[in-house]
Every structure is written in structure tokens, then in C-alpha cells.
């Protein structure tokens, strides 16, 4: 999986349930249009979606469950409960939120790697900040991500890519990096590659949601920058 995805770009097919493309079945389609326009992998969002898009497109995928609990802020693939649903799929990435916020019942990050290492799949480390992507490294997770930087109360909070946390981390850690979160643009993909060096990259929302595409060219009607 990771030599598929490589240098190429994974395409984030998410819709929650307040969401207007919250549907499998959409998220099956997005996910083969993200095919037929050259994407390497999928990221996706529960058991149903993965499943849907396993049966119409033949992309390697990370799998995700986003699920709220009470005791908690932590909600990507938060407990055993998420990873156990993930690996009723053939997902081959199990990815989790790795920041260092307590989980929901005091899940520890440990076990929930030890669950996807035991099922044979490889683990992503959604992390905030720097010191999370070392921790993740240290603790053996496969490949680290950015995903969470701008998501946590105590990360920097930037409108795109976070390009100098990427570049520390693809400096510093022999990980394999994958810049996600906030890739708006194309210039900003050939950035985290050029610049950061990064080893994959996700592009979720510039491409699946639009909503989000749609409110980007409202804004210049309204005479602001985006
Ligand atoms: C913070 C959080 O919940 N991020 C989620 C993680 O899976 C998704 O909602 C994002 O769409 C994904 O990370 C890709 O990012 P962007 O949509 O910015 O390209």
C-alpha cells in the first residue's frame, strides 16, 4: 500500500451525517471519479463507506470511524470499537487521531495500534503537532500525518498547510510523512511535495466537498480573499 501511494495523491471521501453527500453510495462514487482522475488511494469514513467503495473501486484505502464520545475530544478512530469495525474491511491504512488527548474511556493509543498491528494492517498517525509525530514514531506507528494540526486547541491554526511542521517532520523523523489537512489548492499539493518533501499526500474537502468548493467562489463575489 504504501509504495502505491507514493509521490501520487490520496482523495478524502468524507460525508457525515450532516453532511448533504452523506451516502455510501455517493462516497463510492467519489471515490471512483477520484480513480478515473488518477488518485492512488482512498481515505474514507466508516465501515459502510469503505465497503461501498471497495466494492466499485479498486484503490488502496485508509480507513477512518468518526465517532463522538462524551468523555472525550478525541473522535477519529477513537476506541477498540472504531478499529474492530475497520478491520471487518480490507482497508490496508487503519488511521487514528494521535494527538496527546485522553481518549474515551481511557483507551490508550498503545492498544489501539497493538489491535491494527495484530490485524495485519498498517497505522497512520493523525497527529497536531510536532512532539505527536515524534511520540507516534516512538511508539511504532507506520506512517505519521498532520492531519490534526489546526484541530487542536493547543496546534498552530493556519488557513492551509502547515508547510514548516512538514518539513521538521520529513527532517527529523525516518517515518514515512503524508501532508493531510487544508491542501486547498494544487500549487499547495506540488508545495508539500517540493518544499516539505513529503511522502504522500490527502486531499479531502477541495475535491469531495462541495459545499466547501462552492462557498470558495461565493467569497471572491462577496470581495474578500479566500
Ligand atoms: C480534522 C478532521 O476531522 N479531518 C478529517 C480527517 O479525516 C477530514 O474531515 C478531512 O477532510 C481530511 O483530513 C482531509 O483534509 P481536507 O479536507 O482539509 O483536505
Known amino acids: 500500500m ?5 509521490n501520487k495523491l490520496v482523495v478524502s471521501c468524507q460525508a457525515l451525517p450532516e453532511e448533504p453527500l452523506h451516502s455510501s453510495l455517493i462516497m463510492g462514487r467519489m471515490a471512483l471519479a477520484a480513480e478515473l482522475g488518477g488518485a ?3 481515505r474514507a469514513q466508516s465501515k459502510a463507506d469503505i465497503l461501498e467503495i471497495e466494492r466499485i473501486c ?3 484505502v485508509i480507513g477512518i470511524v468518526k465517532r463522538k464520545y462524551e468523555d472525550s475530544e478525541v473522535f477519529i478512530t477513537a476506541t477498540e470499537f472504531e ?4 478491520l471487518e474491511t480490507n482497508c490496508a491504512i487503519i488511521a487514528m487521531d494521535a494527538t496527546k488527548r485522553p481518549r474515551p474511556n481511557g483507551t490508550q493509543l498503545a492498544d489501539l495500534l497493538a489491535l491494527v498491528h495484530a490485524g495485519g494492517r498498517l497505522a497512520m498517525a493523525d497527529c ?3 512532539e505527536e509525530c515524534l511520540a507516534a514514531q516512538a511508539l511504532g506507528f507506520d506512517v505519521v500525518s498532520t492531519t490534526l494540526c489546526g484541530y487542536t486547541s493547543y496546534s498552530e491554526q493556519l488557513d ?3 508547510f514548516a511542521l512538514l518539513k521538521r517532520c520529513v527532517t527529523e523523523l525516518q517515518v514515512p510523512i503524508i501532508a493531510e489537512g487544508k491542501i486547498n489548492t494544487p500549487e499547495d499539493l506540488r508545495r508539500v511535495y517540493d518544499e516539505c518533501g513529503v511522502y504522500s499526500a490527502v486531499v479531502g474537502g477541495a475535491i469531495t466537498r462541495p459545499q466547501q468548493i462552492t462557498a470558495r467562489f461565493v ?3 462577496e470581495g474578500s480573499e479566500d
Open 83 to 86: 478499529v474492530n469495525e475497520l
Open 40 to 42: 492512488a488511494g482512498i
Open 160 to 162: 492551509g498547510p502547515n
Open 219 to 221: 467569497k471572491v463575489l
Open 128 to 130: 497536531s503537532t510536532f
Open 2 to 6: 504504501l509504495e502505491q501511494i507514493k
Open 58 to 60: 479498486s484503490l488502496p
